[in-house]
């Protein structure tokens, strides 16, 4: 009996030995001590015993079936410490350097210009009140101009912007004539998303006022900043636009780098994308800045940056953008 006894506790010590694994422990433990283990059949057969036997091996069975349980435990214990949780074993694990979002890019591209033409960079808040995003920019209350850009109405009466034009006025509050500002930040409609809309975008708006400044001003801006960003002439076109801010009002399109002008779903199939808006500061909102207009001109612009951001790296669609997909962004990584 001691030496059945002792084989299938060696049994057991040898095969501990070879699990690595908390279930590779747990389907041990119920083979040599749980219910149909020899070592508690052998501890049923005792009351079998003649009283003499009983005497003789009844502690030794009980305390060997104690040492395998106990036996048992304990490796589970080990691997439960041995479990790594620093993470300081970087071996498995690729480090990856972190990567510019496209529309930082761009943004940083076209600020870096307007900054070296004498542009102060600006930012505002992205809840703004109606006053400065659409009244003080000659879009009253019963506009039509609105129905184009719904958004989020807050329970405080406040909304978030729907176009950075709403700088426009607090810069001219702040700083007065003459000013050259640059306003990027992020804005938001009340769209239905799809491939070229998003309701959380990203735009920049440009201001000048000085005295004698006129369309000419803005196109040598304008063709400054595309050939900034895009390292060559791109084909832009002209067009009359409405802007109840500006008068006249204008767009500037450039032809549809994703197709080249064919025509895709990005641009409606018409092969040219929509790409900064402008014209010339209409007098009420200089008036509304608090600047005299017999005295000042100014204009405006509006570049949509992750328009930008998409023409520049070919995204053929705008929920990329934000999706926070790291295995997409981080392609537009640079050095
Ligand atoms: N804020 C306009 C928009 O989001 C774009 C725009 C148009 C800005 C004309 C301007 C401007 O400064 O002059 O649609």
């Known amino acids: ?63 060997t079936k104690k040492e395998m349980e106990e036996l048992v435990n304990k490796k589970l214990e080990d691997l439960e410490n041995k479990i790594d949780i620093n993470f300081d074993d970087t071996t498995n694990y690729e480090v990856k350097n972190g990567s510019l979002h496209p529309v930082t890019i761009v943004a940083k591209e076209v600020t870096d210009i307007l900054k070296r033409m004498g542009f102060t960079i600006v930012s505002g808040p992205e809840m703004e009140s109606e006053y400065y995003n659409f009244e003080a920019l000659n879009i009253p209350k019963d506009h039509p101009a609105r129905d184009m850009q719904d958004t989020y109405y807050l329970d405080n009466g406040m909304l978030l912007r729907t176009q950075t034009s709403a700088e426009q006025v607090h810069a001219m509050e702040k700083y007065g004539a003459p000013l050259r500002i640059c306003a990027p ?46 390292h060559k002439d791109v084909d832009v076109r002209l067009r009359p636009g409405f802007f109840p801010f500006t008068e006249p009002s204008y767009e500037l399109d450039c032809s549809c780098l994703i197709c080249g002008g064919k025509g895709c779903p990005t641009c409606k199939n018409s092969g040219w994308i929509e790409l900064i808006p402008g014209g010339m500061v209409h007098p009420n909102v200089l008036k509304a800045g608090g600047i005299d207009p017999e005295k000042y001109s100014g204009f405006a612009f509006g570049i949509g940056l992750t328009r930008l951001a998409m023409m520049k790296y070919k995204i053929n669609d705008i929920r990329v953008l934000n999706s926070g997909d790291v295995r997409y962004l981080e392609k537009f990584d640079i050095k």
């Open 1 to 63: 009996m001691e030496e059945k006894l002792l084989k299938i506790k060696n049994d057991l010590m040898e095969a501990l030995k070879g699990a690595l694994k908390e279930a590779d422990v747990l389907n041990i433990k119920s083979e040599y001590v749980g219910k149909k283990s020899e070592i508690q059949n052998i501890l049923t057969s005792l009351k079998d015993m003649n009283v003499e036997d009983k005497r003789k091996y009844g502690s030794l069975i009980n305390n």
């Open 185 to 230: 930040g992020r804005t938001f409609r009340n769209e239905d998303v799809d491939a070229s809309h998003e309701n959380t975008f990203f735009q920049l708006e440009g201001m000048v006022i000085d005295k004698d400044i006129s369309i000419e001003n803005l196109m040598y801006v304008m063709k400054c900043v595309l050939k900034e960003v895009f």
